[in-house]
């Protein structure tokens, strides 16, 4: 592996003590579909607040290989779709990013014919798209799944899906969001009953709802969408991140600082401030924009991670490295996904003194972690390992540092601005 001696790292000296303010970045997981579900659109598109990230700049490129026209200026992004071509996704682009798949829904609405990439395996678990398939199926499509590709047309003379019921075994985030997508250019009404209700789900009925969508419901488990003939132009503003939010809300706690959070909703951040609350430390909203960390004592508590309005999976790791300095016993289970522990030793190695029993994590919290040099396995697990550097004594070096910049805007400069120790060598 001669590359990786050049991959760069982030040394991070702990044990300071933060201060200041953040401002939250657009919502990846936003940004990344509403760039899917401007493929349903044959006119102009702005998005406001597109993050600049890793997986954002992988799905430009896959639009750009279906023939959409991007033009880029700071946080916002003006795509053209008019002329594309729904059977050019790239296999070696759709394979490292699960999201792109999920322009499936759009194009096969729009085109009445896709081919596209089956996404790849994740270091997270086995990840399949059934569930997006089934439904689709269920819409009409004729789906055909041949060496790693899946190809869905539609027959008849208006190739257009057709509106149906649709019940889905698990409220997958993913496979909400394609059949919400499919649905919007859809013959009649659709049902998705046990729809996901994250946040990034209704800001995607919102945005397809700005383009002329007729949609209800979304941010339930039960959405409904009257399919119209053609959506037109938008120009619209990506959601703030709540993960991203709620990682600096814990880079608060697990270094004992007042932080504050700016430009967030905090109806999204609600089973984040539960737990913290839990753990003793004090979440106060200042503005309605904004909320303010006061640190507290440490102490154990319990987190299962589930569906929207559930503790989110994608603040397990981050919640793992400040339970690994509280005070007590907790337990963690990690029930999304099956294979999202990872983390735990690389914690383990700095110190934390951590068990696994299948998806569950006890944690018996010690007084201090220490820096080492630790390998990010996954895009949350690398902002565990950050937050556990910040909090730890002597110097953490975290590499593996492309999965951190899949999903965090100039997270190093935002640290740095707190009074982090921090650099990338
Ligand atoms: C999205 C988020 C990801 C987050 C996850 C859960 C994006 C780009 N990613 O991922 O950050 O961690 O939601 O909040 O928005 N499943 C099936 N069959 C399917 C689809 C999913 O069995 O067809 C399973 C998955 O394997 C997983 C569970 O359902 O165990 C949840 O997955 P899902 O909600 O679909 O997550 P994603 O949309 O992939």
């Known amino acids: 592996m001669v590359q990786d001696s050049v991959q760069p790292v982030l040394e991070i000296w702990g044990g300071h003590s933060l201060q200041g303010d953040v401002t939250i970045s657009g919502a990846k997981n936003s940004a990344l579909v509403l760039m899917a579900g401007s493929l349903l659109c044959p006119e102009d598109c702005r998005l406001r607040n597109v993050p600049e990230l890793a997986d954002i700049k992988k799905m430009s490129q896959i639009l750009t290989a ?45 085109f009445g014919n896709v081919r596209i990439p089956l996404p790849g395996g994740c270091a997270i678990g086995a990840r399949p798209v059934d569930l997006h398939v089934r439904g689709l199926q269920a819409m009409g499509a004729q789906v ?70 007729k949609i209800t419901g979304a941010g339930t488990n039960k959405i ?37 959070v700016s430009s967030v909703i905090p109806e999204h951040l609600v089973p984040v401030i539960a737990k913290l609350k839990a753990i003793g430390c004090q979440v106060v909203q200042e503005d309605s924009d904004c909320l303010r960390l006061i640190p507290g004592e440490l102490k154990a508590t319990d987190i299962e991670t589930l569906p929207y309005p559930g503790f989110p999976t994608d603040m397990q790791a981050q919640f793992m490295a400040l339970l690994s300095v509280s005070d007590g016993y907790s337990v963690i289970s990690e029930t999304v996904f099956e294979n999202r522990l990872r983390h735990v030793a690389e914690l383990q190695r700095m110190g934390a003194d951590i068990r696994i029993k299948g998806h569950h994590a006890m944690i018996n919290g010690v007084a201090f972690l220490s820096g080492a040099p630790v390998m990010a396995t996954d895009l949350r697990a690398s902002a565990a390992l950050v937050l556990a550097g910040l909090a730890a004594q002597g110097k953490t070096i975290v590499s593996g540092l492309h999965h951190l910049d899949r999903g965090y805007e100039n997270i190093e400069s935002k640290l740095v601005k707190l009074g982090a120790k921090i650099q990338r060598v």
């Open 224 to 260: 409904i969408i009257s399919g119209v003939e053609r959506l037109h132009s938008v120009d619209y503003q990506v959601i703030p991140d709540r993960i991203e939010a709620g990682t600096f809300l814990v880079a608060g706690a697990i270094t004992q600082s007042e932080i504050t």
């Open 66 to 110: 279906l023939g959409v026209k991007l033009i880029k200026n700071g946080n916002t992004l003006d795509i053209d779709a008019r002329d594309i071509n729904p059977t050019q996704a790239p296999y070696d682009l759709v394979s490292q990013l699960r999201a792109s798949f999920f322009a499936i829904g759009a194009l096969l609405a729009r």
């Open 144 to 213: 055909l799944i041949e060496s790693g590709i899946v190809h869905a047309h539609v027959t008849g003379r208006d190739r257009r899906l057709q509106g149906a019921n649709i019940y889905l075994d698990y409220p997958s985030v993913g496979a909400t969001e394609t059949l919400l997508m499919a649905a919007t250019l859809a013959n009649g009404e659709t049902i998705i009953e046990n729809a996901a209700q994250e946040p990034e789900i209704v800001d995607l009925a919102n945005f397809c709802i700005a383009m002329g969508a």
